[in-house]
C-alpha cells in the first residue's frame, strides 16, 4: 500500500503515530518560539495589533495550492501561541482559565487520534467503559455514600446547570403533572447560566435573592420558599440552587443549611460546584463542602481545580435512576434490540449526539496523580491565594476585599474610583503584562486574580503588585 502524503495522512491505525512524530516535534517547536515571543502573560497591543498580526501571518487561509503541513504547523501554531493568553504565566489571572496538565495535554493528543465518538457504542468501545468506570468514581466522591451515583459528562458548568435544571423539571411534572411550572431559586451570586438556562427550557426567570454578602442566607431562602410553596391551590415545583465556588469571589453558599430549608419545603436541591467541586480531593479543604452530598444534582468542573484542557465537566447525581428522564432513542444508534442485547446506550447520557472521549484525559490524570496528588495541588494554589491576600493586607496602597475562600482574590488601590480601577485593568492588557479580572460587588468595583496555576510562587505573587501599583495615579 502507498504511504500518502504527510498532509493527507491519518492519525489513526498502526501507521498513525508514525506519520504524527514528525508533525509533533513542527508543533512543539511552533508552541515554543510562539511563546517566547510573546514573552509575557498575553500579546501586547490590544484587539487590533493581534487580529493584524494573525492577518499578517495566516493570511490567505485557503490558498489555490497549500503550503505543506510543516509550514501551515509552523505558521498557525506559532501566531496562536504568540497571540494567546498563557495561564500558566503567573500573571494570567483573571478568569477561571486553568493552565493544563502536560499529562492531561498528552492524554488529549491520544483521544483526538483514535477520535472516539461517544454516541454509540460501536464507535467507542473502551471508550465508553473508560467512562462508565471514570464518572462514577468521580461520583462516589460527591456522594460517598450513595449505593449508585453517577455522573453525566460535560462542557462545563453551563451545561452542568441545564441538566440539573431540565432533571428537576421533568422529576416536577412527573410526579406532580397538575402544577405550575418549576420555579428556580437562585442568589444574585449565582451563574449566568441558570437564566440562561431557564429561558432555553421555556421556564420562568429565577427568583434571584440579594446576596450583601456574597452568600445566600438561610433565613432569605426559607422566607422565599414559604412563599412559593405555603399559598393555597397547586404550588409549582421549587428548584433552590446554591454555588459552593461563585465566579466573582469563589464564596460558598451554606450548603447544609440551604439542604435544610429546602428539604423543609420540599424543594429540590442543586448545588453549582463547578469552581469549588474539586475540593473534595483535599484532605484539608473538603471539609468547606460540607452537605454536598445532600443535593439531587451537583455540577463539577475539572477544567478550572483540575489542570484540564477543556472541556472537562461533570453532572453528578446519587443514583443512575436520577438521569432516566434523559433517554432518548435514534435507531441508528441505540436501537431498542442492541440494547436489549446488552450493548451500552450513550445517546441517553448526554444532550449532545457526537462528543469527544473528554474522559480520557481526565482518567490519565486521576491514574498518574491519584486523589492525593490531586489534593496537593489544590492545597498549593489555595496556600497562593491566602499569600497573596497576605500581602494586599500588608500594603499600604492596596485595599482587600476579604480573605479568600478558594484561590480567587478581590483587590484595589485604596481609594481608586471605578473608573481608575478599570483603566489600570485595560491598561495592564494592553501593554501585555498581567491579566486581571474585575468583580463588581455592594461596595464597588474590584480587580480580580484567580489564582489556578499551583506552582506559583511569592516573587510571582510580589511582581504582580507591583505591576498593578505602576498604573495607579499619584
Same mark, same amino acid.
Not at 364 to 374: D, I, P, Q
Not at 429 to 455: C, E, M
Given at each position: =500500500?502507498?504511504?500518502?502524503?504527510?498532509?493527507?495522512?491519518?492519525?489513526?491505525?498502526?501507521?498513525?503515530?508514525?506519520?504524527?512524530?514528525?508533525?509533533?516535534?513542527?508543533?512543539?517547536?511552533?508552541?515554543?518560539?510562539?511563546?517566547?515571543?510573546?514573552?509575557?502573560?498575553?500579546?501586547?497591543?490590544?484587539?487590533?495589533?493581534?487580529?493584524?498580526?494573525?492577518?499578517?501571518?495566516?493570511?490567505?487561509?485557503?490558498?489555490?495550492?497549500?503550503?505543506?503541513?510543516?509550514?501551515?504547523? +509552523?505558521?498557525?501554531?506559532?501566531?496562536? *501561541?504568540? $497571540?494567546?493568553?498563557?495561564?500558566?504565566?503567573?500573571? %494570567?489571572?483573571?478568569?477561571?482559565? %486553568?493552565?493544563?496538565?502536560?499529562? #492531561?495535554?498528552?492524554?488529549?493528543?491520544?483521544?483526538? *487520534?483514535?477520535?472516539?465518538? =461517544?454516541?454509540?457504542?460501536?464507535?467507542?468501545?473502551?471508550?465508553?467503559?473508560?467512562? @462508565?468506570?471514570?464518572?462514577?468514581?468521580?461520583?462516589?466522591? &460527591?456522594?460517598?455514600?450513595?449505593?449508585?451515583?453517577?455522573?453525566?459528562? /460535560? @462542557?462545563?458548568?453551563?451545561?452542568?446547570?441545564?441538566?440539573?435544571?431540565?432533571?428537576?423539571?421533568?422529576?416536577?411534572?412527573?410526579?406532580?403533572?397538575?402544577?405550575?411550572?418549576?420555579?428556580? &431559586?437562585?442568589?444574585?451570586? #449565582?451563574?449566568?447560566?441558570?437564566?440562561?438556562?431557564?429561558?432555553?427550557?421555556?421556564?420562568? #426567570?429565577?427568583?434571584?435573592?440579594? /446576596?450583601?454578602?456574597?452568600?445566600?442566607?438561610?433565613?432569605?431562602?426559607?422566607?422565599?420558599l414559604a412563599n412559593l410553596t405555603g399559598h393555597t391551590g397547586p404550588a409549582s415545583p421549587v428548584l433552590l440552587t446554591a454555588t459552593a465556588g461563585t465566579t466573582d469571589s469563589g464564596a460558598i453558599d451554606p450548603l447544609p443549611a440551604l439542604a435544610d430549608v429546602a428539604a423543609h419545603h420540599g424543594a429540590r436541591f442543586h448545588i453549582d460546584a463547578a469552581y469549588g467541586g474539586p475540593l473534595l480531593f483535599s484532605d484539608t479543604h473538603r471539609t468547606a463542602l460540607s452537605g454536598l452530598d445532600r443535593a439531587h444534582t451537583v455540577a463539577l468542573d475539572l477544567h478550572k481545580l483540575g489542570w484540564q484542557p477543556v472541556a472537562a465537566g461533570l453532572l453528578a447525581v446519587p443514583d443512575t435512576a436520577t438521569l432516566t428522564p434523559l433517554a432518548h432513542q435514534a435507531d441508528y444508534l441505540n436501537a431498542d434490540d442492541d440494547t436489549e442485547a446488552g450493548l451500552p446506550d450513550l445517546l441517553s447520557r448526554s444532550l449532545r449526539t457526537t462528543r469527544r472521549p473528554d474522559?480520557?484525559?481526565? *482518567?490519565? @490524570?486521576?491514574?498518574?496523580? $491519584?486523589?492525593?496528588?490531586?489534593?496537593?495541588?489544590?492545597?498549593?494554589?489555595?496556600?497562593?491565594?491566602?499569600? !497573596?491576600?497576605?500581602?494586599?493586607?500588608?500594603?499600604?496602597?492596596?485595599?482587600?476585599?476579604?480573605?479568600?475562600?478558594?484561590?480567587? &482574590? !478581590?483587590? +484595589?488601590?485604596?481609594?481608586?474610583?471605578?473608573? @481608575?480601577?478599570?483603566?489600570?485593568?485595560?491598561?495592564?492588557?494592553?501593554?501585555?503584562?498581567?491579566?486581571?479580572?474585575?468583580?463588581?460587588?455592594? /461596595?464597588?468595583?474590584?480587580?480580580? #486574580?484567580?489564582?489556578?496555576?499551583?506552582?506559583?510562587?511569592?516573587?510571582?505573587?510580589?511582581?504582580?503588585?507591583?505591576? &498593578?501599583?505602576?498604573?495607579?495615579?499619584?
Open positions: =500500500m502507498s504511504v500518502p502524503p504527510a498532509g493527507t495522512a491519518l492519525a489513526g491505525g498502526t501507521n498513525g503515530p508514525r506519520a504524527l512524530r514528525p508533525l509533533l516535534d513542527t508543533v512543539l517547536d511552533a508552541l515554543t518560539t510562539g511563546a517566547e515571543d510573546r514573552a509575557g502573560p498575553l500579546p501586547p497591543g490590544g484587539p487590533d495589533a493581534v487580529t493584524r498580526a494573525v492577518h499578517d501571518a495566516c493570511h490567505p487561509l485557503l490558498p489555490e495550492h497549500g503550503t505543506g503541513p510543516h509550514a501551515a504547523l +509552523r505558521t498557525v501554531v506559532h501566531t496562536l *501561541a504568540a $497571540g494567546s493568553a498563557d495561564p500558566a504565566d503567573p500573571h %494570567c489571572a483573571a478568569h477561571l482559565h %486553568c493552565p493544563p496538565l502536560a499529562l #492531561a495535554t498528552a492524554a488529549d493528543l491520544a483521544a483526538g *487520534a483514535l477520535n472516539p465518538s =461517544m454516541d454509540s457504542w460501536d464507535q467507542a468501545p473502551a471508550a465508553s467503559a473508560l467512562e @462508565t468506570l471514570t464518572s462514577r468514581a468521580l461520583a462516589a466522591l &460527591v456522594y460517598p455514600r450513595a449505593a449508585a451515583p453517577d455522573a453525566l459528562i /460535560t @462542557t462545563g458548568g453551563t451545561e452542568s446547570n441545564q441538566l440539573g435544571i431540565l432533571l428537576a423539571r421533568e422529576a416536577a411534572t412527573a410526579n406532580r403533572p397538575a402544577a405550575g411550572p418549576l420555579r428556580i &431559586v437562585c442568589g444574585a451570586n #449565582a451563574h449566568h447560566s441558570l437564566h440562561r438556562s431557564a429561558w432555553l427550557l421555556g421556564l420562568p #426567570a429565577p427568583l434571584t435573592l440579594p /446576596t450583601p454578602d456574597g452568600i445566600l442566607t438561610p433565613d432569605t431562602v426559607h422566607t422565599c474522559i480520557l484525559k481526565i *482518567a490519565v @490524570t486521576l491514574k498518574a496523580l $491519584g486523589r492525593r496528588g490531586l489534593g496537593d495541588l489544590i492545597d498549593r494554589t489555595l496556600a497562593a491565594a491566602r499569600a !497573596l491576600a497576605d500581602l494586599i493586607d500588608a500594603h499600604p496602597r492596596y485595599e482587600l476585599h476579604s480573605r479568600p475562600t478558594l484561590s480567587t &482574590v !478581590l483587590f +484595589r488601590p485604596t481609594g481608586a474610583d471605578d473608573t @481608575t480601577l478599570a483603566t489600570i485593568r485595560r491598561t495592564l492588557l494592553t501593554d501585555g503584562q498581567a491579566v486581571l479580572g474585575r468583580a463588581t460587588t455592594p /461596595t464597588g468595583l474590584w480587580l480580580k #486574580a484567580t489564582l489556578l496555576n499551583p506552582h506559583t510562587q511569592p516573587g510571582d505573587l510580589t511582581t504582580l503588585l507591583k505591576l &498593578v501599583e505602576g498604573h495607579i495615579p499619584r
